[in-house]
């Protein structure tokens, strides 16, 4: 079955630019999206299709996919940039998320 | 405004079942492949299920398989998932999600209903 790899944690400086890989077979052959998710609330996108930002999340959150590795990168990173991210991707008919990286800004 | 009510969690016996409801509003529900997602006690998300508008077409995660069924109602703006022979692992907070019109990505979520799977 396929598997897509995320670094378990990620530390970054406010102001700094945080950046979450996501590693899969061909990844850059398919479409990545990635989720944050704050504690006690259900995930909402913040990229899709690779590059694409749903309206409402800022311009210093972006995504690029390309090889077998994806990225999300969050420049000028913030406090309130703190969560876990998930990128997904799909496999034949089946959907294939991360394990996920705990983002903390210290 | 787009809302997923999930209904139906509890507590349950290893190898019991249980029926998990999605109540879908704010949107034409027929037009939208639907999935549920799970997330165990401080895990990662895992996909569970799709189901196509019409229900014609269903897939599953391969833990889950021959265990859970996926099922709407389209009449009724609803989605379903029926597990048996439930496991301990099978533990997690159950969210109902909506694919996209793209069919790429999750662009709405319920909140959820915890399943708990115990003696």
């Known amino acids: 079955s396929y598997e897509l790899t995320q670094p378990p944690s990620v530390s970054v400086s406010p102001g700094q630019t945080a950046r979450i890989t996501c590693s899969g077979d061909k990844l850059g052959d398919k479409y990545v999206c990635w989720y944050q998710q704050k504690p006690g609330q259900s995930p909402v996108v913040v990229i899709y299709q690779d590059t694409k930002r749903p309206s409402g999340i800022p311009e210093r959150i972006s995504g690029s996919n390309s090889g077998n590795t994806a990225t999300l990168t969050i420049s000028g990173t913030q406090a309130m940039d703190e969560a876990d991210y998930y990128c997904q991707a799909w496999d034949s008919s089946t959907v294939v998320f991360g394990g996920g990286t705990n983002l903390t800004v210290l | 405004e787009v809302q997923l009510v999930e209904s139906g969690g509890g507590l349950v016996q290893p190898g019991g079942s249980l029926r998990l409801s999605c109540a879908a509003s704010?949107?034409?529900?027929?037009?939208?492949?639907m999935s549920w997602v799970r997330q165990a006690p401080g895990k990662g998300l895992e996909w569970v299920a799709n189901?196509?508008?019409?229900?014609?077409?269903?897939f599953y995660v391969d833990s889950v398989k021959g265990r859970f069924t996926i099922s709407r109602d389209n009449a009724k703006n609803s989605l379903f998932l029926q597990m048996d022979s439930l496991r301990a692992e099978d533990t997690a907070l159950y969210y109902c999600?909506?694919?996209?019109?793209?069919?790429?990505?999750?662009?709405?979520w319920g909140q959820g209903a915890l399943v708990t799977v115990s003696s």
């Open positions: 704010g949107f034409t529900f027929t037009s939208y492949w």
């Open positions: 189901i196509k508008q019409d229900g014609s077409e269903k």
């Open positions: 999600a909506r694919i996209d019109s793209s069919g790429y990505y999750f662009d709405y």
